[in-house]
Each structure stands twice: as C-alpha cells, then as structure tokens.
C-alpha cells in the first residue's frame, strides 16, 4: 500500500484510494461539492484543490490518486487563496435567500462560505436571473438560480436509477440544469437528488416550507416500508417556547432522510419510504382505551381484554393476527403472553404489493415479516387464521394493527354481532378497531424501541422518535399489562431491551442480539449468517 505524508502526518492507505478519500478516512476535512461517495467522480467543483509537492500547480483531491512518497499540503496559503477564490466564483450568480431557502441550516454553500471564503466579492455587476420553484416531478422543485452546477442529480440519475431525466443545457454562466423535453422526474428514487443536492436548488415538495430543519430532532432508526430494512434518520419537530406558530409546536414526523449502510441500502432510500411517515401521521389515531365503541380508562379496557382472551384460550377459540411491521419485541410478548392464557392460533399478515426492483424495492412490504416468521415459525398465516375462523373454529380475534399504515390492519369484514368476537391493540381508529369490543392504543412505528429483521437476515435496531399519542403504550407493555390483569405470571419487563433478553433465550435465531450489539448498523443474525 502507498505511504504519503498529508499536512506532516505518515500515513499509508490502499492503492487507488483518493487523496480527498485518504483524508476523509482520516477525519481531516477537505471541502467538496460534486464528489460522492456512491457516485462516479466528476471534478467539477473545484473546492477541493490541494497542494502536492513537485507539482507545478494545484491538484484537485477528489480525483487525483495517492502515490508512494507522496507530500500532501491541504491547508498551505496557495490553497487558502485557491478555496476562497474558488467560493468568491461560486457565490458570483447565486442568490442572497438564505433567510427563506429551506437548505439553511445545513447547507455547504453557507458552512464553506463561513469556514474557506474571505467575505468579499470583487463582482459589481447584475447577477444572472434564472428560473425560480420549477416544477420537475411530483416531490422535487427546482430552482435554477441556486444551482452551482456540481451534477450529483445529473450522475444519480445516469448511474443510480439510470433514467436519465436530468441534464446540463447552454454553455458558459447561461449553463443551467433542467430536464430533458418530454421528461419527468418521477422514478421511485427522485427524492435522493434533494439529498444529493449540497445547496437549496432541488428541494422535496413535502417538506418543502414545512419548518427550519435546526427546529428537527433527529433520530437514527430502520424504514418500517418495507422487508429491506433501510437506515434512515427520522426528524421530528422540537417545540420552541419562542415560536408562535403553531405549526412548530408539534412533535411529529417532519421528514425521513437516507442514513449510509453499505450492506443494506447504500446512501438511498426509495421515495414510498421516504414519505412512509405520511400514512402514520395522517391517520386518525386511537388515543384512548374504548369498550363496546365507548371510551374508558386504559387499566379497565386491559381488564375487560384479558378477561375475554383468556376464555377464549381457555377453551382453544383464540385467533391472533398479527402486522409484520411490528417490532420483534411486540410480537414475542404477545405470544408469550397468549402462551400464558392457554394458547391460541397465530399468523401474519400478508403485505407483497408489486414486484423487487434491482435497487432497494422489495415487494414484501412487511418490515419484520422475517422476525415474525423466525418468532411464531413460518407456518404462522393470516390465511390459516381465517380459515379457522370460517370453520368456527376461532371464536375471538385478537387484531394487532399494523403501526404504520391503519390501511394495513387486518379487517373483519362480518358486521358486529356475528362473525368473531374482535379484541384490538394498534395505534389508528381503524375499522378493525371500531368493530372491536375492546380496544387499546398502542405505540407506532415511530413511537416504539424495538428490533427489525431485514428478508437477509440482518436485525437492525428501530428507536423511538417521540412520545406516544394520548394512552398509547408499547405493544410489549400492553401485553404484559395483560397478563397481570388476568392474573398469569408476572413477565418482569419493564423495558424493549429486557423483552429482547428473553427473545434470544427463547428462540435460537435472535440468540446474542441486542442493542448494543446491533447498534447503528445492524447485526447479521448467527444462525440466519450460518455461525
């Protein structure tokens, strides 16, 4: 391997590797626009020049290859002139909105401007007026004066999704991106250009406007779309006791945004995950226990359950259905705590919807489907419930709602007073739930700590965003609470973590997991990984 010395430090790094990449895996920062990690190196920015000894100019580091014996200089005078020169051309046509640019506050166009500019531009003339809120595709807007022309969206839609929509038109300062005639931005990963985008000219519609991002609480977490299991950070909106709006005095789901996982996603998501969060944050939700249709307190509602579950158990008329986007958690308490009662029949509900695609889609839009799967065994089906239920066999239906989307909840289509009986636990005022005789808000997806397992195998770790809603409890704590009120042995859990501690001694497959195991990343399950 190569050894050079950058900036007076030896160091040696694999041939091929960058000199802007041998910096960045050392945490020495070099400023850059168009260089991606996931993309093909352009070169076209120029911010990252730097200086290499016994070369008679500046190099640009994004594209130039170590060498052995190599002397990097990434902050001498040259170079200092060479960014502030390059940032003073870059800032020449752009437009002074910060104040009303939803890129504020994370954008490197202001962050470089700050750190390698010199706060002055010997440009007097008029600056170039381009087209301003485009409309390019059903989530991005673009705004052509922002631009500086670093063609991250132009390469990920070449490479990536290879849709080509977006290109370069004119030539010189006329130079501008748009999209092809006849084209629109609109393949199911269009949303990764606003990411991509190191300014404020390509913005996402639905976020568009809604609040500053410093306002976002960020919280690493997995997509609950689908069985992929993509690495996203959720934001949700933080109250300001010095805000008026009232729009910013709410805790709920802002954005998703892409999180890095090479092994899993990449630097992508798809855009019906991206916008996942929509479902959850716009369905009407069950804030309060409700027996017989009216309203009660939480404690009598787990009451009145427990005591209908367990006669149902008793004499073997228990069906449960239950969501594949629930944690791992919920699920193994339920049936434990079913297990408890006297038993009853178990199966998962059903979500492929379309087709894989060769990126990220998978068709199986059941994040835990495998965890599920690996908990209750492969045997569990939605379908063998239901057919139990038509033979009679099953007298009470214990529903438990899908957390993400209340259009995902298993339906009970015989109205009330005939067909089963129907105990619910989910977050939405579903149909499942106002046909219920019982029924008692649960946590969503991103009110919940628990585990996902990705259709690989890999058990990733989902963390709660924000409070519940109104009386919403943890799956797990509801079953437990169930299981006191019906006087069955004590569970002793009192948090996600300890209810995962006794998944992995229960069923071999999560054996070892837990959450600092899996943390940020993930963690292949030994027995799925055939160790």
Same mark, same amino acid.
């Given at each position: 391997?190569?050894?050079?010395?950058?900036?007076?430090?030896?160091?040696?790094?694999?041939?091929?590797?960058?000199?802007?990449?041998?910096?960045? =895996?050392?945490?020495?920062?070099?400023?850059?626009?168009?260089?991606?990690?996931?993309?093909?190196?352009?070169?076209?920015?120029?911010?990252?020049? $730097?200086?290499?000894?016994?070369?008679?100019?500046?190099?640009?580091?994004?594209?130039?290859?170590?060498?052995?014996?190599?002397?990097?200089?990434?902050?001498?005078?040259?170079?200092? =002139?060479?960014?502030?020169?390059?940032?003073?051309?870059?800032?020449?046509?752009?437009?002074?909105?910060?104040?009303?640019?939803?890129?504020? &506050?994370?954008?490197?166009?202001?962050?470089?401007?700050?750190?390698?500019?010199?706060?002055?531009?010997?440009?007097?003339?008029?600056?170039?007026?381009?087209?301003?809120?485009?409309?390019?595709?059903?989530?991005?807007?673009?705004?052509?004066?922002?631009?500086?022309?670093? !063609?991250?969206?132009?390469?990920?839609?070449?490479?990536?999704?290879?849709?080509?929509?977006?290109?370069?038109?004119?030539?010189?300062?006329?130079?501008? $991106?748009?999209?092809?005639?006849?084209?629109?931005?609109?393949? /199911?990963?269009?949303?990764?250009?606003?990411?991509?985008?190191?300014?404020?000219?390509?913005?996402?519609?639905?976020?568009?406007?809604?609040?500053?991002?410093?306002?976002?609480?960020?919280?690493?977490?997995?997509?609950?779309?689908?069985?992929?299991?993509?690495?996203?950070?959720?934001?949700?909106?933080? =109250?300001?006791?010095?805000?008026?709006?009232?729009?910013?005095?709410?805790?709920?789901?802002?954005?998703?945004?892409?999180?890095?996982?090479?092994?899993?996603?990449?630097?992508?998501?798809?855009?019906?995950?991206?916008?996942?969060?929509?479902?959850?944050?716009?369905?009407?939700?069950?804030?309060?226990?409700?027996?017989?249709?009216?309203?009660?307190?939480?404690?009598?509602?787990?009451?009145?359950?427990?005591?209908?579950?367990?006669?149902?158990?008793?004499?073997?008329?228990?069906?449960?259905?239950?969501?594949?986007?629930?944690?791992?958690?919920?699920?193994?308490?339920?049936? !434990?705590?079913?297990?408890?009662?006297?038993?009853?029949?178990?199966?998962?509900?059903?979500?492929?919807?379309?087709?894989?695609?060769?990126?990220?889609?998978?068709?199986?839009?059941?994040?835990?489907?495998?965890?599920?799967?690996?908990?209750?065994?492969?045997?569990?089906?939605?379908?063998?419930?239901?057919?139990?239920?038509?033979?009679?066999?099953?007298?009470?239906?214990?529903?438990?709602?899908?957390?993400?989307?209340?259009?995902? !909840?298993? $339906?009970?289509?015989? /109205?009330? &007073?005939?067909?089963?009986?129907?105990?619910?636990?989910?977050?939405?005022?579903?149909?499942?739930?106002?046909?219920? !005789?019982?029924?008692?808000?649960?946590?969503?997806?991103?009110?919940?700590?628990?585990?996902?397992?990705?259709?690989?195998?890999?058990?990733?770790?989902?963390?709660?965003?924000?409070?519940?809603?109104?009386?919403?409890?943890?799956?797990?704590?509801?079953?437990?609470?169930?299981?006191?009120?019906?006087?069955?042995?004590?569970?002793?859990?009192?948090?996600?973590?300890?209810?995962?501690?006794?998944?992995?001694?229960? $069923?071999?497959?999560?054996?070892?997991?837990?959450?600092?195991?899996?943390?940020?990343?993930?963690?292949?399950?030994?027995?799925?990984?055939?160790?």
């Amino acid at each position: 391997m190569p050894k050079l010395t950058i900036d007076g430090q030896a160091i040696e790094v694999p041939a091929g590797t960058t000199i802007l990449q041998a910096c960045l =895996q050392r945490g020495r920062e070099i400023p850059h626009y168009c260089y991606h990690e996931g993309l093909s190196i352009a070169g076209n920015c120029r911010i990252c020049l $730097i200086e290499v000894e016994k070369q008679p100019k500046l190099v640009i580091g994004c594209y130039t290859p170590v060498a052995e014996g190599m002397v990097v200089h990434t902050d001498s005078d040259k170079v200092k =002139q060479a960014r502030a020169a390059v940032m003073e051309f870059l800032l020449i046509n752009h437009p002074l909105d910060c104040p009303i640019c939803d890129q504020a &506050g994370e954008c490197r166009l202001q962050e470089y401007a700050v750190e390698y500019g010199d706060g002055t531009s010997r440009y007097t003339e008029p600056k170039l007026a381009l087209s301003k809120a485009i409309d390019i595709g059903p989530h991005v807007t673009l705004d052509q004066e922002r631009c500086i022309q670093c !063609s991250r969206c132009i390469r990920f839609c070449d490479e990536i999704t290879k849709t080509g929509e977006l290109g370069f038109f004119q030539r010189g300062e006329r130079s501008q $991106i748009g999209i092809f005639p006849g084209k629109r931005l609109d393949n /199911p990963y269009s949303g990764n250009v606003v990411d991509l985008c190191p300014v404020g000219a390509l913005t996402l519609n639905e976020f568009r406007f809604k609040t500053r991002v410093w306002y976002l609480a960020n919280t690493a977490t997995i997509c609950a779309g689908c069985a992929r299991g993509c690495n996203v950070v959720v934001g949700v909106g933080k =109250q300001q006791t010095l805000m008026t709006t009232r729009g910013q005095l709410d805790d709920r789901v802002k954005r998703i945004v892409p999180r890095v996982n090479e092994e899993v996603n990449g630097w992508w998501i798809c855009d019906e995950g991206r916008l996942s969060y929509e479902h959850e944050q716009k369905a009407p939700r069950l804030e309060a226990a409700r027996v017989a249709g009216k309203e009660t307190a939480y404690d009598d509602a787990v009451k009145a359950a427990a005591t209908k579950l367990a006669a149902a158990a008793k004499a073997g008329a228990l069906g449960v259905i239950v969501s594949p986007r629930l944690v791992s958690e919920d699920v193994f308490a339920w049936k !434990s705590v079913v297990s408890a009662l006297g038993g009853g029949a178990f199966g998962v509900r059903s979500l492929l919807r379309g087709e894989d695609d060769t990126l990220l889609i998978r068709a199986d839009k059941g994040a835990n489907a495998q965890g599920a799967a690996w908990i209750l065994g492969a045997g569990a089906t939605e379908r063998a419930v239901r057919e139990a239920v038509a033979q009679g066999r099953v007298k009470t239906l214990l529903i438990l709602g899908d957390p993400l989307d209340a259009g995902d !909840s298993a $339906i009970v289509e015989a /109205p009330a &007073g005939s067909g089963p009986e129907v105990v619910y636990c989910g977050p939405f005022a579903s149909p499942s739930a106002a046909r219920a !005789s019982v029924a008692v808000p649960c946590a969503s997806w991103s009110e919940a700590d628990g585990t996902y397992v990705n259709f690989e195998g890999r058990a990733q770790r989902v963390r709660r965003c924000h409070l519940p809603q109104g009386e919403a409890r943890p799956g797990w704590r509801v079953a437990a609470d169930l299981a006191e009120a019906a006087g069955a042995a004590a569970t002793g859990w009192s948090s996600a973590a300890e209810v995962l501690a006794a998944l992995g001694r229960a $069923i071999k497959e999560f054996e070892g997991i837990s959450f600092e195991a899996m943390g940020l990343l993930g963690l292949k399950a030994p027995v799925a990984a055939g160790v």
